[in-house]
């Protein structure tokens, strides 16, 4: 899927296996920028301003969460959907992370056709809303 407006998506993970997959799974459909950790994440949501970020939550100096956060507190990017793809599936996390304002909260291992129809939905959901605000 390809959309005239809702098309940029930034995913912030620091194993680079995923960072691989995941771009071979979203290329083609939409544009994917990446960043290994998450002071380079929030620079670069600062920068691209993506329509969505698929957001780690174990990653070295500053976890997800902590990304989130500062993300959210951001007046700049603050409005940037969240959704968490992690290993980290305890119920707590879970509910952390969606605290935090994250739209959705994948587990690992993850079946990639799941993701990219829920990547696409959200997309999609911005796009449709963006053409009824206008």
Known sequence: MTTK??????????DS???????DLLEGKISVSFASNGAQGIELAKLHKPDMILLDVMMP???????CKRIKEDPE???IP????TAQNDEK?????LELGA?????????P????AKVENFLKTIDEMRAVAT
């Open 113 to 116: 056709d799941i993701v990219a």
């Open 103 to 111: 739209i959705d909260y994948i587990t690992k291992p993850f079946d």
């Open 82 to 85: 969240i959704a968490f793809l």
């Open 77 to 79: 990017i603050k409005h």
């Open 5 to 14: 407006s809702a098309n940029k998506i930034l995913i912030i993970d620091d």
């Open 93 to 97: 996390a879970i509910t952390k992370g």
């Open 17 to 23: 296996d995923i960072l691989d997959f995941l771009m």
């Open 61 to 67: 100096e500053m976890d997800g969460f902590e990304v």
